[in-house]
Nanobody, 124 residues
Framework: QMQVAESGGGSVQAGGSLRLACNAS????????MGWFRQPPGKEREGISCLTWSANTAWYHDSVKGRYTTTKDKAKNTLYLQMNALKVEDTATYYCAPCNAIAGAILVVRPTNWGQGTQVTVSS
């Protein structure tokens, strides 16, 4: 199974920006659509974006639409999440994984090896 490693998290004030990166162990993510998931403190993990393998289409959770953008660099086997206009409620550990977007929901493709994640903390 593909291994991933997330990076780029940190602490920022509300309104700030961060760019997360996800490096994958397989060339061009093994042909999978790839997305970002996050787990806020005390809550379940949720899917927030999913980018098709061709990178032609991206889906976003309503809570991040217009603020987050997912892209990828095939040559570097790296997925990115540009996060702008960050809010306190965006505080979470962020993960990347293969994804599907079904009926408006962003779901992880199972089985998957979750990485360590990267922590994003937004303060007011």
């Amino acid at each position: 199974q593909m291994q991933v490693a997330e990076s780029g998290g940190g602490s920022v004030q509300a309104g700030g920006s961060l760019r997360l990166a996800c490096n994958a162990s397989r060339s061009d993510f093994g042909g999978y659509a790839m997305g970002w998931f996050r787990q806020p403190p005390g809550k379940e993990r949720e899917g927030i974006s999913c980018l098709t393998w061709s990178a032609n289409t991206a889906w976003y959770h309503d809570s991040v639409k217009g603020r987050y953008t997912t892209t990828k660099d095939k040559a570097k086997n790296t997925l990115y999440l540009q996060m702008n206009a960050l809010k306190v409620e965006d505080t979470a550990t962020y993960y990347c994984a293969p994804c599907n977007a079904i009926a408006g929901a962003i779901l992880v493709v199972r089985p998957t090896n979750w990485g360590q994640g990267t922590q994003v903390t937004v303060s007011s």
